[in-house]
Nanobody
Framework: QVRLVESGGGLVQTGGSLRLSCELS????????MGWFRQAPGKEREFVTAIDWISSRTENADSVKGRFTMSRDSATNTVYLQMNNLKPEDTAVYYC?????????????????WGQGTQVTVSS
């Protein structure tokens, strides 16, 4: 069974930082595309960032460029989302996901495995 387990969500003030973690298990993810998505109440799931596991090349949504950074640790099969200069608009449930495609994908339906989600709340 493929499993993605997230941690690191919480409450932070505007301008603060959080780091989300997602531990991968069940199979090798070395050939997978990994992504982070977020979903606020009443809104559709939104692409945030993605990383190619082998090359560590990343792609970022315009809304988070310069503030969010995705990375991976092959030794621990863990991906991270470092979030800096957080804004109230960043408040959402954040999900990590894995795609069996190896080309860059931004649509949620292109990702085959999902974590449980972790709540991030940014107060004014």
């Amino acid at each position: 069974q493929v499993r993605l387990v997230e941690s690191g969500g919480g409450l932070v003030q505007t301008g603060g930082s959080l780091r989300l973690s997602c531990e991968l298990s069940g199979r090798s993810f070395s050939r997978y595309l990994m992504g982070w998505f977020r979903q606020a109440p009443g809104k559709e799931r939104e692409f945030v960032t993605a990383i190619d596991w082998i090359s560590s090349r990343t792609e970022n949504a315009d809304s988070v460029k310069g503030r969010f950074t995705m990375s991976r640790d092959s030794a621990t099969n863990t991906v991270y989302l470092q979030m800096n200069n957080l804004k109230p608009e960043d408040t959402a449930v954040y999900y990590c996901a894995a795609s069996e495609f190896t080309t860059f994908q931004i649509e949620p339906r292109a990702y085959h495995y999902w974590g449980q989600g972790t709540q991030v709340t940014v107060s004014s």
